[in-house]
Structure formats: structure tokens, C-alpha cells
């Protein structure tokens, strides 16, 4: 029988507590940004109402502040919400600088580096947590493997918390993470003298453990673990194979949380287990994974689940934190969770009991075919509200921007699998829609609790996933062993001839001998570039093996199969071909427009108030066609003055909306793009909207700059 909700001794955990972050008076704090995303509810609203829609054409920059640590190559970004407490900004730089600014002017008050030797396109920073007790205060924040705690006032580690300052983020996931890549790239959530961390880990089959973690404020020691892949006695370990927690890893918490300090419940959205996209070695449903979980702040013992995608295959991560809103239902006022996802689904469950509060139907979809894996036969679909994405790509819904787009896309697709939702994986090609990364985004959702309308952005643009055997069987092994490692292990970035990926996130390798000695490659390969994760953890003649294999020598190391069997079957029986966008000759998606959209969405009806497109390609509308809308990353943020402020879209502007209407009211060209939540705040009576500028995704440029703009 399958678990979806389960309450677990409510009065035990109906906490009521002072909040140990930054407290003024009311009125003052409305006028800071002091948590990620606005608050501990992670509504992403503001009361401020000095800037409106009348006057918000009259928007200018009132300062701006360069961290200076873009890679001109277009490899790193900036996707931090900085927070606003008493008038000093904090913020994170591209290379995870962490500084303080004047809100006011910009000006730098201190700047604190964590010479961070990683990659910084899989860890980038989306803020950081203010901690006050006393005289006490702290900045928390992540770079690589560790949680480092500064002193607010001078940015100088605070050398009483763990060891110098700063704790691993491993501690708490056992030996699985050892050697592992493990990262955090959102702000941790306090409670008390708490504070509660998830992790950011790989998703190919030697991915670390997604256990959620929480450490002391003041001394960095662990205060408790929840472990994501039940180990045996716990709930949900039937729900996959025997022991399968020893080499399994994934069901991650990497997009943040959010927090009811009067109920003491931490709300946990978690992502996929790993490999993303063939689960033949983890059978069942695979609680925790795609779930949001509600814990006890104070113990981290589980109070309820609810899980969004059963046996996920498609990387259907739960995105972003929750917003925990207040809905009128059937007359009466119900505390809630709303929840987006990659689907372009709003799961609204009751906040104490995980109930939904509309009907959630457990739907057929189609079984795998591929060895070893075994799809569930269902997954749920909520009935209200209606998906803000459209759910399927169909020969009607090719693109139609011109002749020659339309029939080199009908005669792709009539090769693929499509149709219908959750088509799993295949090795003929399987269209994967709305897309890898959405649908809904890490960007969060922002909710007005004066109208009860939620506001999400989404991307519509068709991927397709294809699947090849690693190995015809266990006793046949690849002759060439820098040919295994590179099909095991990057063909699902960098595609099977080496070509990279269309969007250019992932570069191609052909002819790499040309521009790299072996030393470089081999650095690269254990400390990561880009979107590319450090593999440390694989042997010295694996890394050999496969750089002798990109440059096109022969191979001059025996078989690295020697890292053994045990190390072997953790690897996946399947490998996919790409994260690949479905684009048309021109370079334009395969479907229809739109393909960013802003959406209102009537959380007390169940009910699409409005959907706009978001953002143009101001070459198309000149052309005569309507707003397509963008691919986009980064959220908004909804204010007492009847706006929605976003950028988040690849032609770099930085928007506001009506948001009664979603009018398209102003918008001002961005130095690069916004890949950020924006924050709102008011300092001596003048309202201000800050937006990081660090683009660096989908093509565009990178950028190091926080704008600030006012009246």
C-alpha cells in the first residue's frame, strides 16, 4: 500500500518560540529583506508600496557594485537573493565571495574569500542566513564542502564555530560521502540555535547520500540527521530494495526550505535519487525522494510526506523551497504548503497534516522497456489548479514559425516518444516536457496574502532523453578503458561524439589536445569547470585513461576495472546521450510559443487567474510574432504596490508586472542577465528593488554586478 501522508504526534511539535534571527519591531522588520526569499514562509512578498503602478516608470538605478570575479568566458553566475537587515546588504560574488554593502549606496563595508577551489557553475551561491543572539552576530553561508560562519560586523571567521570558523558538510552523511561531491547551494534555515542545511550532490550512480543535516549556531557540532534513504526500521525503506542505502545516493535536498517557527516545522522539498534517469538498481517508489517532507525543526524526527513523483526517471526534482500561504477553503481559512514543480504542477496541502486540499488523482502512465527497470504505475496529478505548463508535445503543437522549422521538427518527433506525461526514458528517444529544469524553477514562487493569488515563472521547451546500454553484460567489458570511463561518465554531458550540448552549457572535446596539455585536463577533471563537477574520487589511471581517450592516443594503462566489483554495480546498466534541447534550424524550441511564461494562479479557487508570456526575442517580434516568452531562471517577487518584479530571462531585463493583470509595466536592460530572485526594502522612508546580474547560463554572458534601483 502505498504511503503519501502520514501524521506522527502533532502536539508534540505545535512549538511555540521566540526566533533566534535578527527580531526588531514589526513595522521595521516589513521594511528589511532579512531571509532568503523574504521571510521564513518563502512567499517572496513585500508590504512595501511606495513604488506602485503608476509611478514605477520612474525607476532609476541608484547605485551599483561590481564584486569583479566574473570569468570572462561566460562560466560562472550569479543566483544570489541578497538579504537587507538594518541596512547593510549581504550578498555572495561569482566566486563565492561572500561582502557586506551600504543598502543605501553600495559602498563596501567588508569582503570575506573563502578561496574556494571549486568549480563555480555547480556551486553557486543563493545567500546567506543572519544569526543574532545578544551581541552575536553571524553570516552563515556554504562554498564547496564546508559551512562557514562570519562575523557580521567585519566579516572576519568567527573562530569559535567548528574549526576555524567553518564544519564539513560531509559530517553528517557517513562514509558514502567521503570522497564524494558534496556541496550546499542554498541558504540554510535557523531555528532556535539551529541551523538546518541540505545538500547539493551528483546525480550520476556514485552520487553521495542527500541526507538533511543540522548543526549547532555556536559551536558547528551536528545536532541531528535525517536520512532521505531509510535504513532498516525506518519508514520508507520498504519502499526500496534491501540495503539499498549503503551505495545509493541522491533524494537531496538542494533547493532550499522553508520554516513555520510557530508550529517548529521545517518544510523539506527533496530532489530525484540517483542515476537520474535509470533506477533498475532501486526499485520502488524511493521514499524520500521527490517528496516534501515536514520535520521537527528541534529533532528532525519526520512528521509527514507527501511525494510528487514516484520512482522518479526524469530528474523531476521538488525546485524551490515551499511557500507556506493561507487559503480560504470550503469557508474556512486553512494554513497551506503550496508547492510548484518541473511538471508545471501546484500540489496545496494542508500545513500541519500534508492533506491536499484538492484532489490529487494517482494516473496510469506508460511502463520502461529498458533492462532491469520497472517504472511505477502511476504518479500523482493534482486536479486543482490546473498545470501552469502544458503537459504534452504533439504533432499539433509543433513550431510553426516557418515551413522549413515545422517539417524538419514533425520528422524528429515522429521518431521519438511522446504524447502524454512521464514517458519513461527509452533508448528510441523520449520527449521529456517541459523540460529537464522545468516547468517551475529554484527561482521559488511569490504569493500576495491579500488575494491569495500565487505567482509562478516557467519554461516550456521540449528535451528528449535517449538511453544506451553502458555494457552488453556483466562479463563484457569495453577493450579500450578510456573509452568505458568516458561513456560511463561524461557522454551525458558532453554527447557520444564529443560534441557538447546545443545550449553551450556543456563544451565539445573534439580537439582538446590542441588546447590543453595532460596536466590541465587532469586538473580540470579533479576540480571541475563550469557545470562540470570535480572528480577527485575516481583513480589516477581512470583519469589517465580518459583524457588518452578525448586526445585521441592510445591507451597507455592497464584495465581500470581494477576499482572492483563492488564499485562497479554501483554504476548504472544505462547512460543517457545528453541533456538535449529540442530547437528547431533556426535555433528556436521545437514547440508552439510560449516558452516562458508568468502565471497567477488563484489558490483559494484552484483556478488560473492569468498567464502572460515572459520576455521576447526581439528579432521574432519584429518579424510580426507575438511575445514567445524565454527560457528563464530566477523567481519574483509580488509587493503591497500591486507589482511582480522579475528578470530571470536570457534577453537580460529586468521586468515589472501588473500584477492584477500581468500588464508588461517597465523594464531596463540588465549589464547581464538576472539569474536571481530580486529583493525588496525600504532604508529612510525611499523603497529600493536590488537584482544580481551574473548571467552565465543558456549562452549568455557573465556578469559581476548588483543593481540597486528607487524613485
Request: glycine share 10%; with cysteine.
Amino acid at each position: 500500500m502505498r504511503i503519501q501522508c502520514v501524521t506522527w504526534a502533532l502536539s508534540a511539535v505545535l512549538i511555540l518560540t521566540g526566533c533566534s534571527e535578527h527580531s526588531k519591531e514589526q513595522g521595521e522588520a516589513d521594511k528589511d529583506w532579512p531571509v532568503y526569499l523574504g521571510g521564513n514562509n518563502s512567499i517572496q512578498y513585500s508590504p512595501l508600496d511606495q513604488i506602485t503602478k503608476k509611478n514605477v516608470t520612474e525607476l532609476k538605478v541608484a547605485w551599483e557594485f561590481a564584486t569583479g570575479d566574473a570569468d570572462p568566458n561566460g562560466k560562472t553566475q550569479i543566483q544570489c537573493n541578497p538579504i537587507i537587515i538594518d541596512g547593510v546588504l549581504y550578498g555572495s560574488s561569482p566566486k563565492l565571495n561572500i561582502f557586506a554593502l551600504d543598502a543605501t549606496t553600495g559602498e563596501k563595508k567588508w569582503i570575506f574569500d573563502p578561496n574556494a577551489k571549486i568549480n563555480f557553475g555547480m556551486n553557486v551561491n543563493r545567500g546567506v542566513t543572519y544569526f543574532k543572539e545578544g551581541d552575536k552576530e553571524r553570516i552563515f553561508f556554504t562554498a564547496g564542502p564546508e559551512l562557514f560562519a562570519l562575523n557580521a560586523k567585519t566579516g572576519l571567521l568567527a573562530d569559535d564555530f567548528g574549526i576555524d570558523g567553518k564544519v564539513s558538510l560531509k559530517d553528517g552523511l557517513g562514509e558514502n560521502a567521503k570522497d564524494r561531491y558534496v556541496v550546499s547551494t542554498t541558504p540554510g534555515v535557523l531555528y532556535k540555535d539551529k541551523i538546518i542545511y541540505g545538500t547539493r550532490v551528483s546525480e550520476n550512480a556514485d552520487a553521495a547520500p542527500g541526507t538533511i543535516q543540522s548543526f549547532n549556531v555556536h559551536t558547528g557540532a551536528l545536532e541531528w540527521t535525517f536520512s532521505t534513504i531509510p535504513k532498516p526500521e525506518e519508514i520508507g525503506y520498504d519502499t526500496w530494495p534491501e540495503e539499498v542505502y549503503k551505495n545509493t545516493g541522491g533524494a537531496n535536498a538542494w533547493s532550499g526550505m522553508s520554516l513555520d517557527l510557530q508550529r517548529g516545522i521545517v518544510y523539506v522539498p527533496t530532489g530525484s535519487a540517483s542515476f537520474d534517469f535509470w533506477g533498475g538498481n532501486r526499485l520502488g517508489d524511493n521514499l524520500f525522494a521527490n517528496c516534501i517532507l515536514a520535520l521537527n525543526a528541534d529533532t528532525g524526527e519526520r512528521i509527514w510526506h507527501f511525494q510528487t513523483v514516484h520512482h522518479d526517471m526524469w530528474d523531476r526534482d521538488v525546485p524551490a523551497p515551499p511557500a507556506l500561504v493561507t487559503v480560504s477553503h470550503n469557508g474556512k481559512r486553512i494554513d497551506a504548503v503550496a508547492q510548484h514543480t518541473k511538471s508545471g504542477f501546484i500540489f496545496l496541502l494542508d500545513r500541519e497534516s500534508g492533506t491536499p486540499l484538492f484532489p490529487v488523482e494517482e494516473r496510469p502512465i506508460p511502463p520502461s522497456d529498458l533492462k532491469g527497470e520497472m517504472a511505477s504505475p502511476t504518479q500523482p496529478f493534482p486536479i486543482k489548479p490546473p498545470p501552469f505548463t502544458r503537459q504534452k508535445f504533439t504533432k499539433e503543437e509543433i513550431t510553426d514559425l516557418s515551413p522549413a522549422s515545422h517539417d524538419s521538427v514533425a520528422k524528429r518527433l515522429a521518431q521519438l516518444r511522446t504524447g502524454e506525461p512521464f514517458i519513461p526514458p527509452s533508448e528510441q528517444g523520449t520527449i521529456v516536457f517541459p523540460g529537464f529544469d522545468g516547468g517551475g524553477g529554484w527561482g521559488g514562487a511569490a504569493f500576495d496574502p491579500s488575494t491569495g493569488l500565487l505567482y509562478v515563472n516557467a519554461k516550456e521547451i521540449p528535451c528528449i532523453i535517449t538511453m544506451e546500454e553502458t555494457r552488453a553484460s556483466d562479463e563484457k567489458e569495453i577493450a579500450n578503458p578510456g573509452a568505458y570511463v568516458y561513456q560511463s561518465r561524461c557522454v551525458m554531458c558532453h554527447g557520444k561524439q564529443m560534441q557538447g550540448d546545443a545550449s553551450g552549457i556543456y563544451p565539445p572535446l573534439k580537439n582538446s589536445a590542441e588546447r590543453l596539455s595532460m596536466e590541465e585536463a587532469i586538473e580540470i577533471i579533479n576540480n571541475g569547470r563550469g557545470f562540470m563537477p570535480g572528480f577527485k574520487h575516481i583513480s589516477e589511471k581512470e583519469k589517465t585513461a580518459v583524457v588518452n581517450y578525448i586526445f585521441g592516443l592510445e591507451n597507455s594503462v592497464e584495465n581500470v576495472h581494477e576499482f572492483g566489483k563492488e564499485a562497479n554495480e554501483r554504476l548504472s546498466k544505462y547512460r543517457h546521450t545528453g541533456y538535449n534541447r529540442f530547437y528547431d534550424p533556426e535555433g528556436y524550441p521545437a514547440i508552439k510559443p510560449p516558452w516562458g511564461t508568468l502565471s497567477a494562479i488563484n489558490l483559494n479557487e484552484g483556478t488560473l487567474a492569468w498567464q502572460v508570456p515572459l520576455g521576447e526575442y526581439e528579432e521574432l517580434t519584429k518579424r510580426g510574432i507575438p511575445k514567445t516568452g524565454l527560457a528563464n531562471y530566477g523567481g519574483p517577487v509580488v509587493t503591497a504596490g500591486g507589482l511582480i518584479f522579475i528578470a530571470s530571462t536570457v534577453d537580460e531585463y529586468f521586468r515589472a508586472f501588473d500584477k492584477d493583470t500581468g500588464e508588461e509595466l517597465w523594464k531596463y536592460k540588465l549589464p547581464a542577465a538576472g539569474y536571481a530572485t530580486p529583493s525588496i526594502y525600504e532604508i529612510k522612508g525611499k523603497q529600493y528593488v536590488v537584482i544580481a546580474c551574473g548571467g552565465g547560463k543558456a549562452g549568455t554572458k557573465s556578469g559581476d554586478r548588483y543593481l540597486a534601483f528607487s524613485l
